[in-house]
């Protein structure tokens, strides 16, 4: 089913796991904070590309919600005259205003010139609207430039080497759009103008669906590459180094990348006239009361429900029975205008209030039944839940309730003390003993220089099976950090209870991560509140983690040139609004990984010879402190572990001082600002076991390291075999003994290549599994298909435009640890990703989750996860077969669809 999460006013609440506490607080009329939700919109009417899956639902329960009540209107039956209150509870809802915004662009020959041309781009929604534009010259007609001079229009502000920011005009009498006016000299070399709109009062982002839009001139498609010219690959990693760096470099890096330059630059300008539509979207909060009344006159209690969501509002109910909460019909009658869906639920049209001021509704409920379950149906495309679970409403009976909650509290007492007598130390000792027998077996086979890839393969999924049954067994037994060792496995039985800490930095298995910045974030100085006033909403969408910018003061405004890392006064904010914006996520549930870039760090002072290596701060490290082999920075330390990145002083990490100084500020990162883990920034600039070491040392929840490494191409065409770029990932994976997981870059780069060429065969290596890190290890691979380096305003490897949410569908379908890029959260892949994380949530389909690749051909890619959930990308047909289980569509979009198994 279809769902748009809410948080309501007792999220998470204690009271509906322990009936007492509620009775204790309803006396003390206790009154809650509502946290956040989010919204969905869709124009497709054949699928809900902004609807989103229930994540509380049973696998039983019905989810094909195409057929709609369209009947009359529910009448609440008349109340009883004696009815006590057993439950009252208001929600806060917030929806989503969409207002559609039209974009005009134009391109005339200015009257009376023959080369001179008048570039007008267009907008009609009030408010303050920001051109952020650049040229693409004929030499590079895919990467954004800085325009002539004399092209900029007054007002303007460049943005580094690449872009201008021109805020459009307010519209003139009789005009009903605000406008920007460029002009254009037809005998300069540039074939396109390139642009997105940003609204300055909330900072937002309006791409052309999730593109950049392109005005092409000299004849270029609007595809946003030159017809001339062929797309490149650039996967050269440095989010710190320039664009005009980056373009030098490029072709020493990758002999593959062809020149694009174009040698058609005396074609003749060519008018353009199009219209663009974009979706703007506002909050609007509403809210919900349900109450439940018990009716002294009947057996029976009275459920109520008043809201003030305007419009046809379908309650999607039923009740449950245990403290399972499976989904059950209750036995007739029910309210008028009430459907059976699928022999598990009703829909009941509630009833509008007069003037449109929202909806209510009630009915009667046996009181055999301990508790409602519902959603909420808005149209057809939007559902609201409660935080990715269904709405619960405990109905308990007064005179019994206490009794039950005694015998209820003595049962679970009386089950932990067994448990923790029993099955647990045993087992655990048994897991214990199955890991040391693997690692004898590696012990005992030392002669062998190299395993085979199958071994290794075989070896790391018995680990994987070990390990997540004991993070099981950890989660279930206590709740307490205190787990006390088995006897059969102490030495001496005075030993004291140890501490137990879960700090592998590879998280629970079902994280998924948004990255919360892109490559402009820091433009404002304020992007800690910016980002802060989008908690609520990343929150309902189900992220666990997010990965912020780098805290540091840096040379380069995006923080990847850090100075004196002590100093967290950077171009995002202040160190206090960086310690604020930690905590409010902390408070909605989502742990944050801090950008930390310990590869190289800027000086602050010359050496006698007048070079760069001399670092102020609390760290004020000399020449000791850089590596040897570095020719531009005359370092005095060890040669280098890894690549050298040649923009800033590379550090020695096999310094002992280098290595205890920066455990100790990872540490003070930890404690002081509350990071919860690490994405590390280009760890191909030092040796795994490094990383290794600053992990044990500051304990990360989670942590990702940036391994980008160049895929293997023949003439110009990826190669199908990228084993060999996928092991060097895992070889550093391993060199940090497992700690952290990386980027899965294998698995971006060969979906560019299947979603450019329609090569879906691709998704399957030659042992039928997946082909990038996720196939050999997926517990440690972290996907993703754009980033701040790769998409944003830089494009440097940008994903195939219009096909972003496939790579979604594959990514948040699959094992592995998604990542979500910021840009696509807030656009108008929304509700489409939405849909696809609540589907992950519900089924709970997790890093290690087993797949079963069922067709990998030319056009169309397929496969099943765990059994529960069925997927397909690619314009070919595909549909899972129906016998064992059923498969209902549960998402779809453009050229992807996905099924649950019911």
């Known amino acids: 089913m279809s769902i748009v999460r809410c948080k309501p006013l007792i999220h998470q609440s204690p009271l509906l796991r322990d009936p007492s506490l509620f009775f204790r607080e309803q006396r003390k009329r206790a009154k809650f904070l509502p946290p956040p939700f989010v919204r969905c919109c869709s124009k497709n009417p054949s699928f809900s590309t902004s609807s989103w899956i229930n994540l509380g639902l ?93 092209m900029i229009p007054p007002g303007s502000v460049p ?64 595809d946003g590459i030159a017809s001339s010219g062929k797309q490149s690959l650039n996967i050269w990693p440095g989010a710190f180094i320039s664009s005009m760096l980056r373009r030098n470099e490029e072709s020493a890096l990758d002999p593959t990348i062809e020149d694009n330059t174009d040698t058609s630059t005396k074609k003749p300008i060519v ?44 309650l999607h109910w039923g009740v449950y029975l245990d403290e399972s909460k499976n989904w059950h019909v209750p036995p007739p009658p029910y309210p008028p205008a009430t459907k059976l869906l699928r022999k598990n639920a009703l829909q009941t049209l509630l009833e509008q209030k007069s003037l449109g001021l929202g909806n209510k509704g009630s009915f009667a409920l046996n009181k055999e039944v301990k508790g409602l379950v519902f959603v909420l149906k808005l149209d057809e495309y939007t559902w609201v839940n409660n935080m990715g679970r269904d709405f619960c409403v405990p109905i308990i009976n007064l005179t019994s309730s206490n009794e039950a909650q005694v015998e209820e509290k003595q049962d679970a007492v009386s089950s932990m003390d067994k448990s923790a007598d029993t099955g647990v130390s045993v087992y655990t000792k048994n897991i ?198 570095d020719p531009h920075f005359q370092g005095r330390g060890n040669k280098s572990s890894g690549d050298n990145f040649h923009a800033a002083p590379n550090i020695d990490h096999s310094q002992e001082f280098v290595r205890s100084d920066l455990k100790e500020w990872l540490r003070w990162l930890r404690n002081e600002i509350g990071y919860d883990g690490w994405r590390l920034d280009f760890v191909r600039g030092f040796w795994g076991g490094y990383v290794k070491d600053y992990l044990e040392a500051s304990k990360p929840f989670f942590a990702v390291g940036e391994y980008w490494d160049s895929l293997s191409y023949t003439y110009g065409e990826m190669d199908y075999n990228q084993n060999a770029h996928r092991q060097r990932i895992i070889d550093w994976i391993n060199a940090t003994n497992g700690t952290a997981g990386a980027f899965d870059v294998t698995t971006k780069g060969i979906l560019h290549s299947v979603l450019e060429r329609c090569e879906y065969w691709r998704l399957s290596d030659e042992k039928g599994k997946p082909p990038g890190v996720v196939g050999w290890w997926p517990s440690r691979a972290v996907t993703f298909i754009e980033n701040h380096d790769t998409g944003s305003t830089q494009g440097h490897w940008r994903f195939p435009g219009g096909k972003e949410m496939q790579g979604y569908a594959y990514i948040l379908t699959h094992p592995g640890t998604p990542a979500v890029f910021f840009d696509h959260v807030f656009s108008n892949y929304q509700q489409e990703i939405r849909r696809l994380i609540s589907l992950r949530l519900q089924k709970k389909i997790n890093c290690r989750s087993t797949i079963k690749i069922t067709k990998a051909e030319r056009d169309v890619y397929a496969a099943e996860i765990d059994g529960k959930i069925a997927m397909k990308i690619g314009p070919g047909f595909y549909e899972p077969e129906n016998g064992p289980k059923n498969w209902s569509v549960a998402a779809e979009g453009n050229d992807y669809k996905v099924w649950e198994a019911s």
């Not at 439940?292 to 009947?298: A, G, I, Y």
């Not at 983690?545 to 990847?560: N, Q």
Request: charged residues 30%; contains cysteine; aromatic residues 8%.
């Open 58 to 150: 049973k696998p039983d329960s019905g989810r094909n919600l195409r057929p709609i009540v369209e009947a009359k209107v529910a009448q609440s039956p008349p109340l009883a005259e004696e009815t006590d209150v057993i439950f009252s509870e208001k929600f806060t809802i917030e929806r989503i205003k969409k207002t559609d915004v039209k974009v005009s662009v134009r391109l005339d020959r200015l009257a009376g010139y023959e080369s001179r041309w008048m570039l007008v781009v267009g907008c009609d929604l009030i408010g303050k609207w920001i051109l952020h534009w650049g040229v693409a010259y004929s030499d590079n007609p895919i990467e954004w430039g800085q325009p002539p001079v004399e």
């Open 159 to 222: 943005i580094k080497d690449y872009a201008i920011e021109t805020p459009l005009n307010a519209p003139l009498d009789g005009q009903p759009a605000r406008e920007v006016h460029i002009e254009i000299d037809g005998d300069l070399p540039i074939v396109a103008i390139n642009f997105v709109l940003k609204e300055e009062e909330t900072g937002r982002w309006f791409h052309n669906k999730g593109r950049d839009f392109r005005v092409p001139l000299r004849g270029s498609s609007q």
């Open 271 to 314: 008018a353009f006239n199009e219209d663009y539509t974009i979706v703007k979207e506002e909050p609007i909060q509403n809210s919900m009361t349900v109450t439940v009344r018990s009716d002294k006159n009947s057996d029976k209690n009275i459920v109520e429900f008043d809201m003030d969501i305007p419009g046809h509002v379908v």
């Open 432 to 629: 214990i003993d199955g890991i040391r027998n693997i690692v004898d077996d590696i012990s005992s086979q030392k002669e062998k220089d190299h395993k085979t890839g199958e071994e290794q393969d075989n070896i790391l999924v018995e680990i994987e099976k070990l390990v997540a049954e004991a993070y099981k067994i950890f989660r279930s037994s206590t709740v307490s950090s205190v787990v006390e060792m088995p006897e059969e496995l102490s030495d001496d039985t005075s030993v004291p209870p140890r501490q137990v800490v879960v700090s592998s930095g590879t998280g629970n298995g079902h994280e998924i991560l948004c990255q919360g910045f892109n490559w402009e974030s820091n433009k404002s100085g304020r992007w800690y509140h910016e980002l802060g006033e989008k908690v609520k909403l990343l929150s309902e969408l189900g992220f666990s983690i997010v990965w912020l910018p780098p805290p540091t003061e840096s040379v380069s405004p995006e923080g990847y040139m850090p100075t004196d890392l002590y100093n967290l006064n950077s171009r995002y904010g202040s160190m206090e609004e960086l310690k604020e914006i930690v905590n409010k996520f902390h408070e909605a549930g989502i742990k944050v990984l801090g950008d930390a870039v310990l590869n190289h760090r800027c000086a602050s002072s010359r050496n006698e010879n007048g070079i760069w290596n001399i670092f102020g701060g609390r760290l004020n490290w000399d020449e000791r402190a850089v590596v040897a082999d």
